[in-house]
């Protein structure tokens, strides 16, 4: 029994904002796990298997020393201050740019391929819009000498051929997808459908924190190193103190997630997601069911689901994984958007004043903080983290041909 002096008690996972959904997989009234009769068995041989492993010290000691010796963690938090100044607030960055493959997807597919390979799967599947994630998984796919097959929508392999030609660099065979808008949503159609075909030699490796139990849950605690890793060394920087507020993009919204369960319990920093304004399924959707999951999502009046439209393949999504979707529902994070005309000023605004690009994806959270910074929102003297989730080698041709068009158009 806790006396005066024992401190204070620690939260059980049940009483955690952030924590084990259960095995329903419900994030209040989101998450579950809607699929084919076929899938069931897969999810339910998932789910046990990563709680096996996660609980595991020699799993957790193998993850934590690929992270740190092949991916390149802990990453820095790095003061902007030029923007600070410009801005009047004091903007610091996560970066996870400086991750191997660029970007904050090694952290979840380095953990899935362990998994895999604990449980027997050689082969290993993946969708991807920016292209992010399909690198990554074809990285860790050649680290653990996997065979790897990735869905990429035909519109973002246009958009994103570099990563497409580094995919297949690094030995993975890049499936290009023709149906429907040809990009995100149906990628991940095609490799559920190849999933349900190939399920006893598969992991189908999902790249957020979207689709059926245990995926939103699993990818957002294999995320969360991002979110621990900054509440450290903020504090360090802010002399014991949390940010503000915290900052991330949201498409599915992995990198959202892990910064997010970093803070979400025990600090009062607010927590903002910056969807694309041409998405935005926190503003223009309404719940429903996709990709095995109940979240907020773009539909019409006969549940069609409608096409998101984003300059970032990566956020061209048209949802956003169940847990944002409760953590909107409860209060404990909003939810805002970003255009494409100030998605470009703020790409190359970071670029030029702190002499990091970022990737579009993360620019959106840039542009936010940039509208908001000196408002009621984010007054003079607030400090705000943002979370950058990738670097934008993978953007600037498209970014070039775009400035050198004058094509973009506030959505």
């Not at 082969?123 to 990735?150: D, K, N, P, S, Y």
């Not at 605004?349 to 542009?367: N, Q, W, Y």
């Amino acid at each position: 029994m806790s006396g005066p002096h024992s401190g204070p008690r620690s939260l059980s996972e049940s009483e955690l904002i952030m924590g084990d959904p259960g095995p329903t997989g419900r994030f209040g009234e989101f998450g579950g796990r809607f699929v084919p009769e076929s899938l069931v068995p897969a999810c339910m041989e998932l789910e046990a298997s990563f709680r096996r492993a996660w609980i595991d010290p020699a799993f957790r000691r193998e993850l934590d020393h690929l992270l740190h010796s092949y991916g390149g963690r802990p990453t820095p938090v790095t003061e902007c201050l030029r923007l600070s100044e410009e801005l009047g607030v004091r903007v610091l960055l996560k970066r996870e740019d400086l991750a191997h493959t660029g970007s904050h997807k090694i952290n979840n597919v380095v953990g899935q391929a362990l998994l895999a390979r604990r449980m027997g799967k050689k082969r290993l599947i993946a969708e991807t819009g920016a292209g992010q994630h399909g690198v990554a998984t074809a990285t860790a796919a050649a680290l653990f000498g996997m065979e790897c097959v990735v869905y990429m929508g035909a519109v973002d392999m246009e958009r994103q051929a570099l990563n497409v030609f580094r995919m297949e660099l690094l030995g993975a065979e890049v499936r290009s997808v023709e149906s429907g808008s040809r990009t995100l949503k149906d990628a991940v159609n095609e490799a559920l459908r190849d999933w349900v075909a190939s399920v006893d030699t598969t992991h189908y490796c999902l790249g957020s924190v979207m689709g059926p139990h245990p995926y939103p849950w699993m990818v957002r605690e294999l995320q969360r190193v991002v979110g621990d890793e900054s509440r450290a060394q903020c504090r360090e920087i802010l002399d014991g103190k949390d940010p503000d507020v915290v900052v991330a993009c949201a498409g599915g919204g992995s990198n959202a997630a892990g910064t997010f369960a970093g803070f979400a319990d025990g600090t009062s920093s607010v927590l903002v997601g910056v969807e694309a304004a041409g998405g935005a399924a926190m503003h223009n959707g309404i719940p429903g069911v996709l990709h095995g999951m109940r979240s907020a999502l773009m539909q019409d009046e006969s549940g069609q689901i409608l096409e998101a439209e984003s300059i970032s393949a990566g956020l061209d999504y048209p949802g956003i994984g169940p847990e944002h979707a409760h953590l909107a529902a409860i209060g404990r994070a909003r939810y805002e958007t970003a255009g494409d005309t100030e998605v470009v000023e703020a790409f190359q605004r970071l670029s030029k004043t702190e002499g990091i690009i970022p990737a579009l994806e993360s620019a959106h959270a840039v542009a936010w903080v940039i509208r908001v910074a000196g408002t009621e929102v984010l007054p003079t003297g607030s400090t705000v983290l943002i979370t950058l989730s990738g670097r934008g080698d993978k953007d600037v041709a498209q970014v070039r041909d775009i400035l050198r068009r004058g094509e973009t158009t506030p959505r």
